[in-house]
């Protein structure tokens, strides 16, 4: 009775067991679901550009184009998509959610903020191509245009903007990064600061706004393509009463979150602050752009090799970046400082030696000094020893 008992028992344990481990799979399987769907929903609304005139190759003087191209949603018709260029933004509302084609919508050109902007003569037209793409033609491209940046974006907040760079592999940099911080050869070692400056030419690039930024630790940008953004008060762009914009990523892999800081120079340079910099920040490219020039800064970070002393006999070490080497003390050598110089040892008998000779030659000094009043205390002792006084005679009667 005991035995069917206990076995009725365990049964039940194992059926509920089972149970609970089915009803745990069907929750976990439904969690991945809801999660892969959520990422493909997002990642279909992720707008990119496209170069299709001349094979997708930028040549100057020829004309260009450039296709916009999404997931088509009904969110994304609402609001509309827009290109943004230097001097002038085309905006498209299609007709109606039910109706995303390019008929019956409407296209709006108007001038943007870069008035000032030394592009705004570009020849620009902007058409639909269905419900998921808008095509930019620009027929006087020129090679003074690297750098610029172009984008295409949304109001719809799950729409994903999508940038893209002007990059002639023949034009002239038009701005540059430089670092003030002390490093070694060029590399930076963990837990140091770095500052980044990044400088160019106001009358030729006639900046109204400069950016930091740098991609994900997968190369990706990630949410929007800035980080920070300085806005110059118009229109003597001075960094007086401008604005600093701010925004860092929360995705994980996210990198340098939490120990940056951007700040304006003068109408002509901007600067970041890189604190506590870690071996897992190597490598990474950091970009100041504006709308027309752009510059990168790849980060170099190499370990501390001399944070284990490997310099023996008080030896200093000095950290090259990718390797390091040992300033030895005067007799010693070797990578570590480890192998006493041939000459030391002799070296050090002869100062013995010396040492000793002149010990010796102090106290024979000091004998000769010292050997006259000696004798002349023994002369005294001799005489005073020879001198009968009155009392010993008197004594002897």
Partial sequence: MARSTAFIY????SRKYQEEKRIMQCCRNSAIFIVAA?????????????????NGVLIAGKSTELVCA????????VSGVMWNIPGKTYIFLYATPENRTCNNGTLIPKRSLGVGYRHTNWNTSVRCLNGSALLLTITNIAEDSDAIRISCKSRTASFQSAWYKFDFPNAISQANISTTSEDVAGYVLPGSDVTLICSWNPE???????????????????????????NYAIPKRTCERGHLRERESNSISYPLKGRTSVGCLNESASYINITNVTAA?????INCWGITFDASYTLRVYPNHCVNQPCLNSGECINNGTTYHCKCLIGFKGPNCSKMRIWL??????AIVLLLLII??????????????????????????????PY??????
């Fill in 392 to 397: 010993m005679e008197l004594g002897s009667i």
């Fill in 10 to 13: 365990q049964q039940n344990i």
């Fill in 204 to 230: 030729a690039q006639n900046a109204y706004f400069v950016c930091w930024d740098w991609p994900s630790t997968g190369g990706e940008y990630v949410g929007d393509p800035w980080l920070y953004c300085y």
């Fill in 345 to 350: 040892p002799v070296t050090i008998g002869i």
């Fill in 38 to 54: 959520t990422l493909t929903f997002y990642q279909s609304l992720a707008a990119k550009i496209d170069v299709i005139s001349n």
């Fill in 360 to 389: 010796i030659l102090i106290s024979i000094k000091v004998k000769l000094l010292l050997y006259p009043r000696l004798q002349g205390a023994v002369r005294s002792d001799s005489i005073l020893s020879n001198v009968h006084t």
């Fill in 70 to 77: 999404w997931q088509d949603t009904e969110e994304v018709s």
């Fill in 281 to 285: 920040d190597d490598g990474i490219s």
